[in-house]
């Protein structure tokens, strides 16, 4: 088999877990029970080794995949010479299963919509990324595949086949005719009857669920998100959805290991955990959408990181999502890797750097969903108090940053400048909830901050915000300087870094990378999503909206044919780059229609 471009996947999931589902109707990826689980399914990340589960017509065809409005049920339509097929995939959500009662099952709906098509199935399970022997064996009502201490059930209507030898697998054939349906249900260390009648009303049960919680326009005031790119906001907030654990409430950066950041290169990371920076973006968003319990739940979550955590291990950002502390990095060297990209790691090290603008983003997340009504109580305050009195006495230390670069650690004008914004919010939320504080030494050490950040950060020749102090190239992390508060947006000097990031950044089409320079590793990168939208957010926050209406639509033109995003685009072939679909640039989609519909109905 070949290997599907990265957007031509589309997504599914059940709150816990999402796999991806290929134009070709293969399920290429897949964890189980959760997302940070080891695989079943990875022919995402070795076309031959890693495992699929494939459902297409046995004649030439072509494809096209949707999803069933405002859900996450993916719908993969085939066209033949002989007839139509559509394959529906989803993994049922039902009322309740919110409080973590998740059923591991997908369910894969095959019809024949007109004429006649044969179609053939291929179930080839891997356990724990194919490190260990699988078996596969039919029973009296489907397939069953064993390792690892492991097991799947495959459930079917079509007769199932296996073959013998190193690798075990099953395949089926079957025609259907115009309106004939089978279902194909896997189920994940659990082997429940199935009949077609709970198939199709779990489907129904599902589709109500996504269609209940999706961004509900208001009827009288308008929509925040109107226009255009609505559809686009929908299908971003339904991705943010997949990746909230239902228990935890951590956000999973992505549901993806290792797809690279350039093909062939060695710039493969793991994902599928909790960056805090990505709750404190998300508050935002969901609030805005009008999810108001899960922007709650986001706070909690971040709380609850405080209390678990001495101040000093908020700067190692990286959670697991069920709250381990500890990502061990390690590469599955017998992975080839997506087209050939290696290595393929599980865990990130990036647990272990310090990045000090965590802070800022916590407590730009606490005061964020403090503003929107969430309460902070006295022993709340007192485990923030004593994270901005360590903010006060460490934010001159060198640091990995934002970016999480594998070379030395260096004075980073964006963690400085989130080191300030962690004693601004502690301050503001004293001040506003009359807790006990030392708000004169905390404003002093604000302003100190400041002037060390204006003095030593700002480069006369560049004219614009550098990446490190005393630095000599440009940060699209500098954008966020406007947007936490640092400097008001008119400001000369915050306009020029706009500027700047444009002019050594940024394609003529409105794809901009993260920054210039050495960052320890070998190889190249494409232009950064997330990056892009930050710019549209301060061009349009800048009341350049005629700018920042072209930078969007210029970056829109990349988003996946189901409107997903992975972390990068290549700017020379348009091929998504990176984990996929990316919370960061769904996020930074979202917040970035609001401010350009702010910004349009302003002028």
């Known amino acids: 088999m070949e290997f599907t471009p990265i957007e031509g996947y589309g997504v599914i999931g059940n709150l816990e877990t999402c796999p991806l589902v290929s134009e070709e109707g293969s399920i290429d990826w897949c964890c189980f029970p959760h997302i940070e689980s080891s695989s079943v399914f990875a022919a995402l990340l070795d076309d031959d080794g890693g495992g699929h589960f494939s459902i297409q017509p046995a004649e030439e065809y072509t494809s096209e995949q949707s999803y069933i409005t405002r859900t996450n049920v993916l719908r993969t339509t085939f066209e033949t010479d002989s007839g139509t097929m559509v394959v529906t995939d989803f993994m049922p959500v039902v009322d309740g299963m919110e409080l973590g009662h998740t059923v591991s099952a997908i369910y894969r709906k095959v019809t024949c919509v007109e004429g006649s098509v044969e179609f053939e199935l291929e179930f080839d399970p891997r356990f724990d990324y194919d490190r260990v022997g699988t078996t596969v064996e039919t029973t009296s009502e489907g397939v069953l595949g064993r390792g690892n201490g492991e097991q799947c059930y495959l459930w079917g209507g079509a007769p199932f086949e296996t073959t013998e030898g190193t690798i075990e697998y099953a395949t089926a054939t079957e025609t259907l005719d115009t309106d004939e349906t089978d279902w194909f249900v896997l189920q994940y260390n659990d082997r429940e009857p199935i009949d077609a009648a709970d198939c199709a009303g779990l489907l129904r049960e599902t589709i109500d669920f996504w269609q209940d919680w999706t961004h509900q326009c208001p009827d009288e005031s308008g929509c925040a998100f109107e226009g255009p790119y609505h559809d686009y906001v929908v299908r971003s907030e339904l991705v943010l959805r997949l990746l909230m654990n239902p228990q935890t409430h951590a956000i999973a950066a992505a549901p993806t290991t290792s797809l690279p950041e350039e093909i062939g290169g060695i710039r493969n990371w793991d994902y599928r955990y909790a960056w805090i920076r990505d709750v404190s973006y998300t508050i935002q968003a969901l609030h805005e959408l009008g999810h108001e319990r899960e922007a709650r739940n986001g706070f909690d979550w971040c709380l609850t990181m405080c209390h678990k955590d001495d101040p000093g291990e908020i700067g190692h950002p990286l959670y697991g999502l069920h709250y381990e502390p500890e990502m061990v990095e390690e590469e599955l060297d017998h992975l080839s890797g997506y087209r050939g990209s290696q290595p393929v790691r599980v865990g990130n090290a990036a647990g272990d750097q310090e990045q000090l603008d965590t802070y800022g983003e916590l407590m730009t997340a606490i005061y964020t969903a403090s503003d929107y009504g969430a309460d902070i109580y006295e022993g709340d305050w007192e485990v923030l108090k004593e994270m901005i009195e360590y903010v006060s006495g460490v934010w001159d230390r060198k640091d990995n940053g934002i970016w999480e670069v594998r070379s030395e650690p260096s004075h980073i004008v964006h963690s400085k400048v ?45 004219d614009c915000f550098t990446q490190t102090f005393a630095g000599e190239t440009v940060d699209a992390a500098a954008l966020r300087l406007g947007s936490v508060g640092f400097l008001p947006f008119d400001d000369d000097r915050f306009q020029a870094t706009i500027d700047a990031v444009m002019e050594h950044l940024m394609t003529d089409d409105g794809l901009v990378h993260r920054y210039e320079g050495d960052d320890g590793l070998p190889g190249e990168e494409g232009a950064f999503v997330l990056c892009s939208f930050w710019l549209v957010e301060c061009l349009a926050r800048s009341d350049r909206v005629e700018e920042a209406h072209e930078v969007f639509e210029g970056v829109m033109e990349y988003i996946s ?43």
């Open 561 to 603: 044919p189901l409107g997903l995003f992975a972390e990068e685009v290549d700017p020379e072939t348009g091929e998504h780059l990176g984990n996929f679909p990316q919370a960061f640039s769904h996020i930074g989609l979202v917040n970035a229609v609001l401010y350009l519909n702010e910004a349009t109905d302003g002028k």
């Open 418 to 462: 989130l080191c300030w914004a962690a004693l601004d919010r502690g301050i503001e939320i004293a001040e506003e909830h009359g807790f006990d504080a030392p708000l004169e030494r905390w404003r002093g050490n604000r302003e100190t901050i400041r002037e060390v950040v204006l003095e030593e950060g700002y480069d006369d020749d560049l």
